[in-house]
């Protein structure tokens, strides 16, 4: 689902709150400024006001308390035993910090769930092979079939010793994990010790040589008996699965401040892929094998229980054959041992692992040989079993052996010591280019330099193309037409400004060249969520910028980096304070200084070359824009899921209406064609209107229903959820919808086009017939969509960008057809120079310089000296501020100077 929190940056709730009952209140309070000045009474002004701050509280405020209704609705779920369900959590707040918390502790519960279904399934099935080999004997001898001899009875007590080796590991394990076996700690020599395990691992094979490389005097401290088991555990292993003629290697070196052991055997070794599962209780890797054959599976387990008890570590390593390493703490260099310390119990916090998948936990464990065993792999880890989950990073350190087990610092997300998130907590961010941090300067530097004095002209293009040549290097790697198109058309919009002087033309098209060049960076579009957000992103991306640019510039030694620059951003900001306060109270107590003050911070030396403050704002704003758009280049937008809205709802509730809208329409477009097209005299007598005083009305309102039919279409086709034929009803409804609203806007074009015949363009009347045509493109689009959706029977991901870059594509072809040079050769051919409106002719732009220098004298002069005065012809523009229609309007100026003694009066 599409989710636009945009206070989730923020890490404190009671900041979010008081975020949004402030913007809710400034809110309120420019609507009833506005309403007051435009005359609204009081009562509009308190429901607009209400609607308004509601609606800003209603975006803002967006998944801030989600996932408290999500965790109920998941505790009531882990209460009936199924632990599957997540909470969503984006906040970096308490609630986040509480949702995350949450689901791992629902992780934990599957896991333990999990492990306990499977121990119940394992040990039924490890119990129930030699149970029933025992029951076998003894019914035989019961029933006669078998004699009690000495092969029957070696037979079942064989099966009763299995039986009970699998309850002593059974109750080791359980002891070791629970604490309750106590650990004795002394000065063990490992040669001695490690000598005789090896003539104990031996004397079960022959053929296999053992050897001994631990060095004298080499020793840890450690548990004599359970170190021991260890040894036995390992050796019996490599002994077991070691070809003929082989040799096992036990040796022991010092490793840090411990020792590290290690078996080596020369078998067939254990695949990377599988030493995760080596030391996992019950885990048969070879299902095929006989369980007398290689035990119950859990010496391992116990081994590594032992093993992290002492507060090492066990792992598989590469090499040769197979090489398992052990390492232990507690390094000693003689025999002499220390005073015995009293046993401790050593009780460690269990820490399961959370697998990435959790099965469904309403499946039964079904014991027997089932799918708890895996497949059989090669013949070293076929004796590699066990299953103690391994310990995964961040979770407590083992306790230290023969000491008393503290609670140990808990990871993040549990209740131990709940640490506060910061209210500016650190986001995750991809690892920043060398280059970024000087590329961004640059570009800060070239708009400090090229954008003061240059309105909207060349200094702007510049910036913005140094802008794309900074983000490239980012995305380079992942253009593809989609965005080199959006990216081209992006580049033309932003390139108005330089051969477009028309301020009411040139402003909006710099805001949509920033969207559209936005959108090509995120990668994002296939959905109309990801045109939002990939819209968004650049502006989003402005959050996280301060961490991404100083993360080049962290330090090697000394302070952390934030201990270094907060408490200069924070001396910064008392300073400014201090000075604006300390120098308000000095300009108003002085007026020379007050003068001095206002000659500094003047919009005219904001404006000039000398504008100090202003080009370091210019400096510090695009630096940002052009990091953040680096960013988003680097880190493209996931394309977001729209919103689950499609609602089940009977056919009669759309069937009708839409029959109804197409009766309507129908019946409108046929009244269209015959008065527009037909006989007037019907029109005359019904409404006592001219034909040109009906054809010349209107256009405005087919506009706007043109509109509506968009958004009935969106709705209706977005909205409803379809089932089998009733998608081709809905195709059958709305396509000739949209296809009568083509000629309703034919109409509205016509209605326009009688208009401006007789009255000419105006910018209000240029920009409608744009939109009309604009909006007749669109429907083609929509109908073209629909079908295609309808053959193939899915979404139509290309509909959301095509609308875009064809949007973009009108823009900017609107402004090549040069709306202000259109409106006066209109203006002029169709009203004539007696009847021209002087006052609206002169506020148009530099481009329609050409067609008033053809008005005769005295009306050109007047017109054009408005002209050179509102848009500043008559001095020279600076490098920066250069502009095609500028320079082309002063070459005609040039040529036929205005004449300074021409009698213009107000027309």
């Not at 260890?230 to 003929?244: E, I, K, Q, W, Y």
């Not at 290697?249 to 080596?278: K, M, N, Q, S, Y």
């Not at 310990?391 to 008393?404: D, F, L, T, Y």
């Not at 409804?733 to 326009?752: D, Y």
Request: aromatic fraction near 6%; charge should be positive; proline fraction near 8%.
């Amino acid at each position: 689902m599409l989710r636009l929190r945009p206070l989730d940056f923020l890490g404190r709730i009671k900041v979010k709150l008081g975020l949004v009952i402030l913007l809710a209140v400034v809110v309120a309070f420019v609507v009833n400024e506005v309403g007051i000045n435009s005359g609204y009474s009081r009562d509009v002004r308190v429901a607009v006001a209400a609607v308004l701050a509601l609606v800003i509280m209603q975006l803002l405020a967006r998944g801030m308390t989600k996932p408290l209704r999500e965790m109920a609705a998941a505790a009531q779920t882990i209460a009936k035993g199924r632990y599957g369900l997540r909470v969503t959590a984006t906040s970096r707040d308490e609630v986040g910090e509480l949702a995350r918390a949450f689901n791992a502790m629902a992780a934990d519960l599957a896991e333990v769930d999990r492990q306990r279904r499977a121990l119940v399934a394992d040990v039924s099935h490890e119990l129930r092979t030699p149970i029933t080999a025992l029951r076998a004997v003894l019914e035989n001898v019961v029933d006669g079939v078998s004699a009690p001899d000495q092969a029957t009875l070696e037979t079942a007590l064989a099966q009763t010793e299995r039986l009970g080796r699998l309850v002593t590991q059974l109750l080791d394990l359980s002891r070791l994990e629970s604490g309750a076996r106590l650990i004795e700690l002394e000065n063990v020599g490992l040669r001695p010790l490690c000598e005789q395990a090896l003539r104990e691992a031996v004397l079960a094979r022959d053929g296999v040589a053992a050897r001994c490389e631990v060095p004298e005097g080499l020793g840890v401290r450690a548990d004599p008996d359970l170190l021991a088991q260890v040894l036995a555990n390992l050796l019996d292993n490599a002994v077991r699965h070691s070809p003929d003629g082989g040799a096992v290697v036990l040796a022991a070196a010092p490793e840090g401040g411990g020792v590290r052991l290690r078996v080596t055997d020369e078998g067939p070794g254990i695949p990377e892929a599988e030493r995760a599962r080596v030391f996992e209780r019950f885990s048969r890797l070879d299902a095929g094998r006989a369980a007398d054959d290689g035990g119950a599976g859990l010496g391992l387990a116990i081994t590594k229980e032992i093993v992290e008890l002492h507060g090492g570590s066990i792992r598989v390593e590469d090499g040769p054959g197979c090489r398992v390493a052990v390492d232990l703490p507690g390094r000693t260099a003689g025999d002499a041992a220390p005073p015995a310390m009293p046993p401790v119990p050593v009780r460690p916090p269990p820490v399961p692992v959370r697998p990435p998948p959790v099965p469904a936990p309403s499946e039964p464990a079904i014991p027997g040989p089932s799918r708890w065993e895996a497949p059989a792999p090669s013949a070293c880890e076929r004796r590699m079993t066990s299953t103690v989950p391994v310990r995964p990073s961040g979770a407590p350190a083992p306790p230290v052996p023969g000491r008393a087990v503290e609670p140990s610092p808990a990871p993040p997300g549990t209740t131990a010591e709940y640490v506060v998130p910061p209210v500016l907590p650190r986001p995750e961010l991809p690892p920043t280019p060398r280059w970024a941090l000087p590329a961004c300067a640059a570009v800060g530097l070239l708009a400090a330099v090229a954008l003061p004095g240059s309105a909207m002209s060349l200094g702007f293009v510049l910036v913005a193309a140094a802008m794309g040549a900074a983000a490239l290097p980012a995305v380079r790697r992942r253009v593809t037409p989609w965005p080199a198109v959006l990216g081209l058309i992006a580049y033309g919009l932003v390139a108005v400004a330089a051969f477009r002087d028309a301020d009411w033309l040139a402003g909006p098209l710099l805001p949509a060249g920033f969207l559209l060049a936005a959108l090509a960076l995120s990668g994002a579009g296939r959905g109309w969520a990801g045109v939002l957000r990939g819209g968004a992103s650049v502006v989003l991306g402005l959050l996280p910028v301060p961490w991404f640019l100083a993360a080049p510039l962290r330090p090697g030694r000394g302070l952390p980096l934030r201990r270094r620059v907060v408490p200069v951003l924070a001396g910064v900001a008392l300073s400014a304070v201090l000075v604006a306060v300390f120098g308000a109270l000095f300009a108003s107590a002085d007026a020379v200084f007050a003068e001095a003050v206002a000659r500094v911070f003047s919009v005219r030396d904001l404006l000039g070359a000398g504008a100090l403050p202003l080009r370091i704002l210019l400096f510090g704003v695009f630096a940002a824009v052009t990091a953040s758009a680096v960013l988003v280049g680097l880190r493209p937008v996931a394309e977001p899921e729209g919103p689950a809205t499609r609602l089940s709802v009977s056919r009669g509730v759309w069937v009708l209406p839409l029959v109804a809208l197409d009766l309507l329409f129908g019946v409108f477009v046929a009244m269209q064609l015959t008065v527009l097209f037909g006989s007037s005299r019907w029109l005359v007598s019904a409404t006592g209107l001219t034909y040109a005083q009906y054809a010349r009305s209107g256009f405005f309102q087919l506009a706007a229903v043109s509109v509506f039919v968009l958004a009935i279409v969106a709705v209706a086709s977005g909205a409803i959820r379809l089932r089998g034929g009733e998608r081709w009803l809905m195709a059958g409804l709305l396509g000739p919808l949209c296809a009568l609203t083509m000629v309703v806007l034919v109409s509205a074009l016509h209605r326009l086009d009688l208009y401006v015949g007789a009255y000419g363009f105006t910018r209000l009347r240029a920009s409608v017939e744009a939109a009309i045509w604009w909006l007749g493109a669109v429907f083609a689009l929509v109908l073209v969509a629909g079908a295609v959706r309808l053959v193939r029977r899915r979404a139509v991901r290309w509909l959301p960008r095509t609308l875009v870059a064809m949007t973009g594509a009108a823009l900017l072809a609107f402004a090549v057809w040069n709306p202000d040079l259109r409106v006066a050769e209109t203006q002029i051919a169709v009203r004539g120079p007696d009847r021209i409106d002087h006052r609206y002719l002169g506020g148009l732009g530099a481009e329609a310089v050409p067609a008033l220098d053809r008005l005769p004298e005295p009306v050109r002069s007047c017109v054009l000296r408005n002209v050179t005065e509102r848009n500043d012809l008559a001095a020279p523009d600076p490098w920066n501020g250069w502009n095609l229609a500028r320079e082309r309007a002063r070459e005609v100026l040039a040529r036929h100077p205005v004449r300074a003694s021409s009698d213009c009066r107000t027309r």
